[in-house]
């Protein structure tokens, strides 16, 4: 279980998104092939928004688990999902050896329809996985403050209060090192000494990851995304890797217990990146 992979030297980990076709699958397992010679601690498989995309999701997580050496965590979220149907996939999880997932509350379905679904909050996700007894529990945390939180003091509670029952939690991406440390002194002060997981998103596409940051709440350095936006797509790379790697730095420096890299299922930047900072040889 990836809980008992954390607190010795920093983990490595990778998050990938289900494709939605054959050539997009490709693309991934061939991602998957070289990121795996980076030996990664874990990796992790998000779904759609509202839901969508959960059977994708279990198929990449159950071909990872079954045939490679590292975890893979399933993200499951409170959207799209019955009671009946989170059951039925926590058990086939556990058939196929898959024994770690991140509970979220998702997003909503992009066509803004309601959400349809037994559950509204992640904390209920973390109750129904862990009467089970057998999975590592994942959850989400917000460094600048989930964006449907009324104030920072509420949001902090309520992370302590899941991560009471919960293993661990890895953070939305950010770009100001401060921010995360405030997060662990905050969530101390509560009694809360669970390992926190900063997630790195190196900007290659500062337009996508604009559109990311303001659905949730996250502030964008602006010096830094100027810098990419009038860099040619061929330098851009080289930006994002430094600007990232210096966060990541800063991040370890502050005793984060690892990285998580937002992959966006392409290779050659997260392996610069890990490069950049000596996490492999």
């Known amino acids: 279980m990836i809980r008992d992979l954390l607190g010795g030297e920093p983990s490595l980990s990778f998050e990938f998104f289900p494709p939605a076709d054959a050539q997009g699958r490709a693309?991934?397992?061939?991602?998957?092939?070289?990121?795996?010679?980076?030996?990664?601690?874990?990796?992790?498989?998000?779904?759609?928004?509202?839901?969508?995309?959960?059977?994708?999701?279990?198929?990449?997580?159950?071909?990872?688990?079954?045939?490679?050496?590292?975890?893979?965590?399933?993200?499951?979220?409170?959207?799209?999902?019955?009671?009946?149907?989170?059951?039925?996939?926590?058990?086939?999880?556990?058939?196929?050896?898959?024994?770690?997932?991140?509970?979220?509350?998702?997003?909503?379905?992009?066509?803004?329809?309601?959400?349809?679904?037994?559950?509204?909050?992640?904390?209920?996700?973390?109750?129904?996985?862990?009467?089970?007894?057998?999975?590592?529990?994942?959850?989400?945390?917000?460094?600048?403050?989930?964006?449907?939180?009324?104030?920072?003091?509420?949001?902090?509670?309520?992370?302590a209060d899941k991560l009471e029952r919960a293993d661990f939690a890895i953070t939305q991406f950010f770009f100001d090192a401060s921010l995360y440390r405030r997060l662990v002194d905050e969530l101390a002060d509560l009694g809360c000494d669970k390992p926190i997981v900063p997630g790195l998103f190196p900007v290659t596409a500062p337009k996508t990851v604009r559109r990311f940051a303001a659905m949730n709440g996250t502030a964008v350095p602006e010096d830094l995304f100027a810098r990419l936006e009038a860099a040619q797509p061929g330098d851009r790379r080289a930006i994002a890797v430094e600007a990232a790697a210096v966060l990541g730095q800063d991040l370890l420096d502050a005793g984060a217990p690892g990285l998580h890299v937002y992959t966006m299922n392409r290779p050659e930047t997260a392996v610069a990146l890990v490069r950049a900072l000596g996490l492999r040889p």
Do not use: K, W
């Open 27 to 159: 693309r991934l397992n061939a991602t998957i092939d070289e990121l795996a010679d980076l030996s990664p601690t874990f990796v992790s498989v998000t779904c759609g928004a509202g839901g969508q995309g959960h059977d994708r999701t279990r198929d990449i997580v159950v071909d990872i688990a079954t045939g490679r050496s590292f975890p893979a965590m399933a993200h499951l979220t409170c959207v799209g999902h019955t009671r009946a149907e989170v059951d039925d996939l926590l058990a086939d999880y556990a058939e196929h050896g898959v024994d770690d997932v991140l509970a979220l509350a998702g997003d909503p379905p992009p066509d803004g329809t309601p959400p349809r679904g037994d559950f509204t909050y992640a904390s209920e996700l973390v109750d129904v996985a862990g009467a089970r007894g057998d999975f590592s529990i994942c959850v989400a945390a917000h460094p600048e403050v989930h964006p449907r939180s009324p104030d920072r003091a509420s949001d902090r509670r309520h992370l």
